[in-house]
Structures are given as structure tokens and as C-alpha cells.
DNA sequence: GCCGTTTTCGGCCCGACTGTTTTCAGTCG
């Protein structure tokens, strides 16, 4: 059956096609459905089985054209259109993907002139000179692929947020400081805290932009100017990533600030609300005819628009608008928002620190109370716990809590572990040890190869448990290194809202575990979530902003995360929780 | 090709920058 990606590229090409036959207004249409399709949580074959034709063209962006193609993809995995267009102008649109400054026009003008079919073609006839000798190219334009191609095969160049918002910081902190600087928030997908950032938009406010780009240009780690302007400038950094500057008169700040912070779609979605109200909308401001009537400010650019306010975090267009047209929009948890962290490893097992340092240190950022769970024995390598070793570090808890209360410190460390989830879905320790501890988490470590079914029905045996309270970093993925495990997640969302479970929001950078789809799914199922840092050392703790980034992705509020809680309204949360199942 | 509070035809987000041109096409966000 043909997958959600493999139906998009197709519908995709065939837009990239027709823009290389400069065809008007179609690219833009089937990119948007492929950009739907691709988007789907559901299969789209699934969709179709389900309700037929109809259904596909119920989804927005799709119509009765693209419908059918999607219809014959999925009886027969082939599109005699795309094929027929494919045979035209034979090229593997595929092999370009993600090469800066190479889009579908210069693809096709290269296959021409050229015959370059892929890019290894496009490879070795720079290597042999002809690009810049091309009508139309020139000596920067051949850098420039060769740069580009370069960099899409050393991986396409996502860095993972938490991995790179120090820096960013520090060069926020570094423009500050320059006296022409006004106003200044990074925007772009660092505001709306994705998981993964392409690149880093800096906006700005100033009477004299001037010094500004020509300091942001030198500035260190730069080590190359992809381009300066007076208004706009871009760099990359020796790491590879890119900053952009844009310096833009402060009565169109909040509207610039919109447009740079995105998400697209989301943009989109807004100018097409402007015009429909009889506007526009740009980066400069909301315009009526010639008239600015709003964008010196975020607020009085969605207030003028007929919209609540809407954290950068939910700008992806899937749904916000409607709430905030509806003045629904939940109160998504705030930053400051936790008072625990409910995954924490000692030197126990495979952390860094003592429970009395991680314990000081949680108190230093200001929490009430934090979760012990170190490893169980399954977890050799990582020194796990067994029964008799959980005991003994109860017994340390137990003392280092009663220091705390000497010094009149109030604070509360609870007893709990990540206990492994066995291959068939029991427990790595008794349920006599389990059942003594504060809270136990539970998580899979092993046999992530198990089939979807295999492995839903494993964790779904763990969630049965009545000793396991929450299910930590619930898909096992690492963020650019390892997929989550075939697991099916609408299944486990319900038997965690049927047994009273909790779904963990790891926090720790490449997890981020559950993601933010998932999230919403839980909210939506009134499944509870816990924020938790996954700390393997006092220096992890500042992770749960992380964490809590995603979960506003997630639409969850306070009231969806249950560290966010007072201890005995958590802790009996959870004894009830599970009674009831 | 898609869409609809200007609806079943006639619009479709919009501006900056680059590299090449000598007024603009292509790409990007």
C-alpha cells in the first residue's frame, strides 16, 4: 500500500513539472496538497478504504483532479500522469531535492541545455565548466550550486533546538549590545520552538541599520556572507547554520515579527483572512488601501484581524485560527508553569550526580518536589536497580529528605524508577517492590524491532499494570538518529485515558518524547502528561523548557500536565487514577 | 487545480535579494 510520503512526492512532482512548463497556478495547487498529504496523521489509503473518492476530496486542497490521481496511486502505485510527464522531461526531481537556489526552473533549464538528468549529472558538468558558460548562469551561480550540493550531502542541515539556542542566544545578546539596535526578538521557527530548526531569523528595529549588518557580517563564527543588504542580511556559521538579519521601521514591528516567526501556513492563512476582510497583509502591516490600521504589535495585528492572540508555538494552521476566531483557544501552560520533574537518574545508575545534588539543584530553579528513577537491572550496562538496591536508595531518600526538613527547606523528593518494560510486557521488578514506590514509571529500552502490533500490545500490558503510573518517552524516538518504534499511538492514548495512565513529555533535546501531534492527541482524549527533564545530570534540569516548548505545540495547558500540579493534588491524582481502572 | 460571507467563474500571498541582466526571472521564506 502506497504510504502518505510516496502518494505526496508524486502529487509534488507533478507540480514541479508543471512549473518547469511555467503553467500558472497549478504548481501552487498540487504543492498544497502534497504539503496536506504529507501532513496527514492518518494513512490516505486509509482515508480512501474508509470513504472512497468522496472522502479525498472532502480534505481542503484537494479536488476532484488530484483526488482521482490519489485514487489510481492507490490501486494501482502508478500515475499514468506523472509518468507521462516524467517522460517528457526526464529528470529524477528527487535526487535535487533540498540543493539551495535550485529549484524547478533551473532544473529545467540545465536538462536542456544540458542534458542533466539527476544530480550526479549536475555534478560532473560542473566539474567539466559548463554551467558558468550557460546563458542566463555565471561564474557565482556555479559556486553556489557546488556549495549547494555540498551541503545537502552532509545531511540536510537540521539542528536540533536544544543544541543550538545557546548560541543563538549569545548572538541575540551580541546585537543587543549594539547602541543602533532598538528592538530585537529571534523569530522564525526558534520562536515557535519546533523541534528542529532550519535556520535562525533575527528581527530588528533601527533608525540606522547600517552598522548593524556590517557587524552581524564580521561577527565571529561567520564563515560566509550569503547575502547583504541594507533591509536584509544572511550568514552562515562555521557550525552551518544560517542567520538571517531583517531590519524593519518599528510601526511594522508586530507585523513583521508575525511574518518571520511563521509558521507559513500559518502566514498564509492570515493574508487570505486579510483579503477576505478587505485587507492586506504584509510584512509591514494590516493595510486597508493605502491605510496602515494595524501591525505595530503582534496583539493589535490579531485583535484587527478578529482573533485572539495566538502563541507563536500553535502557529502551524492546524486549527488556531478557527479557535482564536472563536476566542477558544486553550491557555497553554506557561514557562514558569512546573513544580516538579518527574524523571530523574542519579549516580545510582547511569547519572552524574548524587540525589542530594540533583535534589539542591531542582531547588535552586525553584521546584517543590522531583522524582527519582533510576534504571532497573535489565539495564546492566546502564547499572540498573534490582529490588534489593531499591530498597537501600529509599532509605537515602528517606535521609536526605530529613536534612532538607532540618534546614527547613520545603521540599520533597519521592521514591520512584524507570522500570523496564520486558519484551512481553511485564515489569524488570516485582510488583511487591512497585508497589512501595512513590511513582513508577515504566519505558522500553529493548526490542524496539518488534512489529506495530507486537509492540502496542506490549506497552499496553505495562499500562495495565496497577503499579505503573506513567509510560516514559512513549515512542522511543531520537531526534535525527533513530525513528520511533512501530508503534500504534491512538491505541496506546486510549488504553492510557482507560487505565488511568500518564504519557511522559520527555524533555530532553533530541526526544522530546512525546511530540506534538501526540500531545494534542492526548489533550483531546483528556490523557494526562507529565514535563519531565530525563536528567542524567544537575546540568539537564534547564531541559524541561524544552519540554515545555513542546507541550504548548501540544495545546496542553496546566491543567493536561500533572507535575504542574501541587504534590497531593498530583499524588492522589494518580492513586485515584488508578483505582478507578 | 482549487475554492467560495465579492461563490460555479475568476481569482490565486507577497516582498527582498541574487545574479544575471541592462529590466528581470528565479528562489526563498
Known amino acids: 500500500m502506497i504510504s502518505n510520503q510516496e502518494?505526496?512526492?508524486?502529487?509534488?512532482?507533478?507540480?514541479?513539472?508543471?512549473?518547469?512548463?511555467?503553467?500558472?497556478?497549478?504548481?501552487?495547487a498540487y504543492e498544497k496538497a502534497a504539503e496536506i498529504i504529507e501532513g496527514l496523521e492518518?494513512?490516505?489509503?486509509?482515508?480512501?478504504?474508509?470513504?472512497?473518492?468522496?472522502?479525498?476530496?472532502?480534505?481542503?486542497?484537494?479536488?476532484?483532479?488530484?483526488?482521482?490521481?490519489?485514487?489510481?496511486?492507490?490501486?494501482?502505485?502508478?500515475?499514468?500522469?506523472?509518468?507521462?510527464?516524467?517522460?517528457?522531461?526526464?529528470?529524477?526531481?528527487?535526487?535535487?531535492?533540498g540543493v539551495e537556489g535550485l529549484g524547478p526552473k533551473t532544473i529545467f533549464k540545465l536538462y536542456k541545455k544540458l542534458g542533466v538528468k539527476n544530480l550526479k549529472g549536475l555534478e560532473l558538468v560542473i566539474k567539466l565548466g559548463k554551467i558558468a558558460k550557460l546563458k542566463g548562469f555565471g561564474q557565482k551561480s556555479e559556486e553556489n550550486l557546488k556549495k549547494g550540493i555540498a551541503f545537502v550531502k552532509k545531511g540536510g542541515g537540521r539542528f536540533v533546538l536544544g543544541d543550538i539556542l545557546a548560541d543563538v542566544r549569545q548572538i541575540e545578546n551580541q546585537l543587543k549590545k549594539l547602541k543602533e539596535v532598538e528592538k530585537l526578538i529571534v523569530a522564525g521557527s526558534t520562536r515557535r520552538r519546533k523541534e528542529t530548526i532550519g535556520d535562525v531569523d533575527i528581527l530588528i528595529t533601527s533608525k540606522n541599520p547600517k552598522p548593524i549588518m556590517d557587524y552581524f557580517v564580521k561577527m565571529s563564527g561567520v564563515v560566509r556572507v550569503t547575502a547583504k543588504g541594507v533591509t536584509k542580511s544572511a550568514v552562515k556559521l562555521k557550525n552551518g547554520l544560517d542567520v538571517d538579519v531583517r531590519v524593519v521601521p518599528e510601526e511594522s514591528f508586530g507585523a513583521a515579527a508575525n511574518y518571520f516567526t511563521g509558521s507559513k501556513d500559518h502566514n498564509i492563512a492570515l493574508r487570505e483572512r486579510a483579503i477576505k476582510l478587505g485587507y492586506k497583509l504584509n510584512e509591514?502591516?494590516?493595510?486597508?488601501?493605502?491605510?496602515?490600521?494595524?501591525?505595530?504589535?503582534?496583539?493589535?495585528l490579531y485583535q484587527a484581524l478578529g482573533l485572539v492572540y495566538i502563541e507563536p508555538e500553535m502557529r502551524e494552521?492546524?486549527?488556531?485560527?478557527?479557535?482564536?476566531?472563536?476566542?477558544?483557544?486553550?491557555?497553554?501552560?506557561?514557562?514558569?508553569?512546573?513544580?516538579?520533574?518527574?524523571?530523574?537518574?542519579?549516580?545510582?545508575?547511569?547519572g552524574g550526580n548524587s540525589?542530594?545534588?540533583?535534589?539542591?539543584?531542582?531547588?535552586?530553579?525553584?521546584?517543590?518536589?522531583?522524582?527519582?528513577t533510576d534504571h532497573t537491572k535489565r539495564l546492566a550496562m546502564a547499572r540498573g536497580l534490582d529490588e534489593k538496591r531499591l530498597k537501600k536508595q529509599g532509605e537515602e531518600i528517606d535521609a536526605v529528605n530529613a536534612r532538607l526538613e532540618r534546614e527547613g527547606?520545603?521540599?520533597?523528593?519521592?521514591?520512584?524508577?524507570?522500570c523496564d518494560i520486558l519484551k512481553d510486557g511485564s515489569m524488570d521488578l516485582s510488583d511487591e517492590a512497585l508497589s512501595?514506590?512513590?511513582?513508577?514509571?515504566?519505558?522500553?529500552?529493548?526490542?524496539?524491532?518488534l512489529t506495530e502490533r507486537e509492540q502496542t500490545e506490549r506497552i499496553k500490558k505495562a499500562m495495565q499494570n496497577p503499579n505503573v503510573d506513567i509510560i516514559f518517552h512513549p515512542t522511543g524516538r531520537i531526534i535525527n538518529r533513530r525513528d520511533a518504534y512501530p508503534v500504534n499511538m491512538d491505541e496506546l492514548i486510549k488504553e492510557a485515558k482507560k487505565t488511568g495512565t500518564v504519557m511522559e513529555i520527555d524533555a530532553y533535546p533530541d526526544r522530546l518524547d512525546l511530540k506534538d501531534e501526540y500531545i494534542r492527541k492526548c489533550v483531546e482524549a483528556g490523557v494526562k502528561m507529565s514535563v519531565s527533564s530525563d536528567a542524567h545530570s544537575y546540568v539537564h534540569l534547564p531541559y524541561l523548557e524544552y519540554g515545555l516548548s513542546q507541550a504548548r505545540r501540544g495545546f496542553a495547558t496546566k491543567d493536561d500536565i500533572i507535575n504542574a500540579w501541587p504534590l497531593e493534588k498530583m499524588l492522589s491524582f494518580l492513586k485515584d487514577g488508578k483505582k478507578k481502572y
Not at 490519489?70 to 510527464?85: D, P, S
Not at 540525589?355 to 527519582?372: D, P, V
Not at 520545603?410 to 524507570?418: H, P
Open 7 to 28: 502518494a505526496a512526492k508524486f502529487i509534488r512532482e507533478i507540480g514541479e513539472f508543471l512549473e518547469m512548463k511555467s503553467i500558472p497556478f497549478k504548481p501552487r
Open 42 to 97: 492518518e494513512e490516505i489509503a486509509g482515508i480512501y478504504n474508509k470513504g472512497g473518492l468522496k472522502a479525498l476530496e472532502d480534505m481542503p486542497g484537494i479536488g476532484v483532479s488530484i483526488a482521482e490521481k490519489i485514487e489510481e496511486l492507490i490501486k494501482t502505485g502508478k500515475l499514468k500522469y506523472h509518468a507521462g510527464l516524467k517522460k517528457t522531461i526526464p529528470v529524477d526531481l528527487e535526487s535535487f531535492r
Open 284 to 300: 509591514y502591516g494590516l493595510f486597508k488601501g493605502e491605510k496602515r490600521i494595524a501591525g505595530k504589535t503582534e496583539e493589535d
Open 317 to 350: 494552521n492546524t486549527g488556531e485560527i478557527e479557535l482564536a476566531e472563536k476566542k477558544k483557544l486553550p491557555k497553554i501552560i506557561g514557562y514558569n508553569d512546573l513544580l516538579g520533574d518527574l524523571q530523574i537518574q542519579t549516580n545510582w545508575s547511569d
Open 355 to 372: 540525589i542530594e545534588e540533583m535534589a539542591r539543584a531542582a531547588i535552586k530553579i525553584g521546584l517543590e518536589y522531583i522524582l527519582i
Open 409 to 418: 527547606i520545603r521540599f520533597k523528593i519521592l521514591k520512584g524508577t524507570e
Open 436 to 449: 512501595k514506590l512513590d511513582i513508577v514509571g515504566a519505558s522500553v529500552h529493548s526490542y524496539f524491532n
